[in-house]
């Protein structure tokens, strides 16, 4: 049923958090307004009433209608219920574990009652004043420990006058168990008192419809060895009738020879369930035991108890004797199944007859009557400790509610219900911690809250069970953050927990953890080739060897059984040789176009290239991770945990810097004692720059820099290139002509 009203009468006070705008709550009359607060500006419609920082009997108060959920109406029906018992709702911001019931409105019925019981609350604990605590309602025992009537319906020796009555309500204790009253003794309720009267009378009827034991004291021990052995004997007599029918089968019915050889060099103290399983006496085809001669020993204590007692006068016992000795005890037996008022045996009959002559169930039942009279007030009672978890509790729930106020305060000291304490973690604190109930759940959308989480299993020595907990990282780098890695969790309560890694959740932690994330992934990969490289070559070089040692023959060595080695082919590697010349010789060309160019361009270009370089490489992450950092939002977080979040719950770079707090240690210089003794780091600088220098300066007076523009300033290598003039001989042809004169 929807309690929401469409009035915009009250105005209301808005806050942007977290990215949205939210409806602040400041005072008691705002709380007063709820039911007209529109639900869709509500940050939260519903949260589990546990794993939250706030008393789970707080929570249960909470939750109207007990489904384990708090919901938008449940907070509307708490403000209406709490703000009709207060004459100043402000007292509600104070947060208070107790109130002076002066300040209790006594204008309404509900008010007149709470008031009431509170100070006789006061008054059945002694104390002065009119303050009253969450303390003073948490021992329901010592509230009603003086009082005679509680309201419960249970009565107790305290709660009668008479002598009798006491003896009575004792004798139930003792033979019921009775149950607990509000005080904290053990008493009776009605049910109980028609119950315990009911089995009075029915063991005395049993008892005077008795029937007498055929072998007295005895009776019960020798019935239960017939019981025992009747199936054993029954067995005999159908043994015996068949071997007189077949008489060569006897040896077969008998116990086997075979059988006790079996078992004979083992400890027959082990083997009695085999033993029993033999015949009870020997089969020799007449249907009879002769009570003289020996049983089977499994079987001889019950059976040597009932020949004593039940057949001390005969010599054999035939199939006859047998089922007459069942007659005999069968109208015992039959009276001792029909037991009743067992459970007032242990009183005695004497006892018994003399509460019953005495009747006092009919005075127990009225004060039992009087007692459960007083159910309202005592209801009322009750009802002042809920009063007291919802002063204290509900304002803080508020601000976690309708509101994340307590989550984007400034103020350290105050966090979230859903908060649970602090990881401390590679010379990090993680103030940002939660607890985790599904993890699978929880980690199936956590990435899309857009931050770095780590999530943990937590043990203590101090509670049983472990603790899953997911922490956020929102400064500094990833570090050492690896599955396994141990930390140290403290929650709420002080308690110190040994933590340890169990999954990461990989979103940028900050823009400078982002720039230096893809020379991270590039040195990675390149460790990652090496080692795959080093691993191949391992691999091979022992996949040879152990191939050479395997094709030894026997009494053989390797040397006679290796390959003739390969001639030498010369061409071969000079063409590799080449080949390697050729791409040494490209790259070189190619580094000193580049270095060359580099050199060539003015500083201020050379620095922007660097610049650009470096942000073609590290741009892009860097961009993402602003993004990323932007849109981060604990919605999907609280979601996984069982909330329903109505707003997006972001996190700005400024603010998730808070949430994490790095190790900072005061400017100051200090010596290693390990350090390697040597050089001062200022020398090495120094020797290291000089070095260099000397180094450019031979390759610029050998003019090997001459490429960069560089020439040495040795005249050898400033001699001017000769100049080739180029001379264009014209050649003259002459062209004789021959006349041949015919002679």
């Not at 141990?486 to 933590?499: F, K, L, M, R, S």
């Not at 060309?589 to 050199?599: E, M, Q, R, S």
């Not at 361009?601 to 050379?606: D, I």
């Not at 707003?647 to 350090?675: N, R, V």
Request: glycine share 6%; net charge negative.
């Amino acid at each position: 049923m929807a309690i929401f009203t469409d009035s915009n009468k009250y105005k209301w006070e808005f806050v942007n958090l977290g990215g949205s705008s939210r409806v602040r709550i400041n005072s008691g009359e705002d709380i007063a307004h709820l039911p007209e607060l529109d639900p869709k500006m509500w940050t939260v419609l519903s949260c589990p009433v546990t794993g939250l920082e706030i008393d789970d009997k707080s929570l249960a108060y909470m939750d109207v209608d007990g489904d384990g959920k708090i919901r938008v109406n449940d907070v509307i029906a708490t403000s209406k219920w709490i703000t009709s018992l207060l004459k100043e709702d402000d007292l509600l911001l104070e947060g208070k574990d107790s109130i002076d019931i002066e300040n209790i409105d006594r204008e309404s019925e509900a008010g007149k009652k709470l008031y009431s019981s509170a100070k006789q609350i006061l008054s059945n604990l002694g104390k002065e004043g009119s303050v009253i605590s969450i303390s003073d309602t948490a021992d329901v025992a010592a509230i009603f420990a003086k009082t005679r009537f509680n309201g419960d319906g249970i009565v107790t020796e305290a709660t009668a006058e008479d002598a009798d009555d006491k003896a009575a309500i004792a004798a139930a204790v003792a033979s019921l168990g009775g149950v607990a009253d509000r005080s904290g003794a053990t008493g009776v309720d009605a049910a109980m008192v028609e119950a315990f009267y009911k089995a009075l009378a029915d063991y005395v009827a049993w008892q005077e419809a008795a029937v007498e034991a055929p072998f007295g004291d005895k009776t019960d021990a020798v019935i239960e060895a017939y019981n025992a052995l009747d199936a054993k004997v029954k067995d005999f007599f159908v043994r015996s009738k068949l071997a007189a029918f077949s008489p060569d089968s006897t040896a077969s019915l008998d116990v086997q020879t075979s059988s006790i050889q079996a078992i004979s060099a083992e400890n027959l103290t082990g083997k009695t369930e085999e033993i029993a399983s033999y015949p009870i006496a020997r089969i020799n085809g007449k249907p009879e035991i002769d009570l003289s001669a020996p049983v089977n020993p499994a079987w001889s204590a019950k059976f040597g108890l009932v020949k004593e007692v039940a057949l001390k006068d005969r010599k054999v016992l035939t199939e006859a004797d047998w089922v007459e000795l069942g007659a005999m005890f069968a109208a015992y037996t039959a009276w001792k199944g029909a037991k009743a008022g067992a459970s007032v045996e242990a009183l005695g009959l004497d006892a018994v007859k003399d509460i019953l002559a005495k009747d006092r169930k009919a005075a127990i039942l009225d004060l039992i009557a009087q007692d459960a009279a007083l159910a309202e007030e005592a209801a009322n009672i009750a009802n002042v400790d809920k009063f007291l978890y919802v002063f204290r509790d509900f304002y803080r729930l508020l601000r976690n509610f309708v509101t994340l106020d307590d989550f984007y305060t400034k103020d350290k000291k105050v966090s979230a219900i859903f908060q649970s304490g602090r990881l401390i973690i590679d010379q990090r604190e993680c103030r940002f911690c939660m607890k985790v109930a599904d993890m699978a759940k929880h980690t199936a959308s956590a990435a899309t809250s857009g931050m770095f989480l780590v999530y943990c299993d937590c043990t203590t020595k101090a509670k049983a069970g472990k603790l899953s907990i997911v922490a956020a990282v929102t400064v500094g780098d990833i570090g050492d953050l690896i599955v396994g890695k141990n930390a140290i969790y403290y929650d709420n309560d002080g308690v110190e927990w040994d933590a340890v890694i169990t999954k990461i959740i990989d979103n940028p932690i900050s823009v400078a953890q982002a720039f230096w994330s893809p020379y991270r992934r590039m040195a990675k990969a390149v460790e990652n080739l090496i080692n795959k490289s080093a691993a191949d070559k391992d691999a091979k070089i022992m996949a040879d060897a152990t191939a050479k040692l395997n094709a030894v023959p026997a009494g053989g060595t390797a040397a006679a059984a290796a390959a003739p080695a390969q001639p030498f082919d010369i061409g071969k590697f000079a063409g590799i040789f080449a080949a390697f010349g050729m791409a040494l010789g490209t790259l070189g060309t190619a580094l000193t176009k580049i270095f060359g160019g580099v050199l060539n361009m003015p500083l201020h270009k050379t620095l922007l290239a660097v610049v650009a370089i470096i942000l073609v490489i590290s741009g892009p992450a860097m961009v993402m991770a602003w993004m990323k950092l932007r849109r981060r939002n604990i919605a999907p977080l609280l979601n996984a945990n069982g909330w329903a979040v109505n707003a997006a719950s972001k996190i700005s770079i400024p603010f998730g810097e808070t949430l994490t707090d790095a190790a900072k240690y005061p400017k100051m210089k200090l010596k290693d004692p390990y350090a390697k003794k040597g050089l001062a780091t200022w020398k090495k600088w120094v020797i290291s720059f000089s070095a260099l220098v000397v180094a450019v300066g031979v390759l610029w007076i050998f003019n090997l820099l001459s490429w960069a523009g560089l020439d040495s300033p040795l005249p050898r290598y400033n001699q001017p290139d000769p100049v080739v003039e180029e001379v264009v001989v014209e050649e003259v042809v002459e062209t004789t002509v021959v006349e041949t004169v015919a002679e």
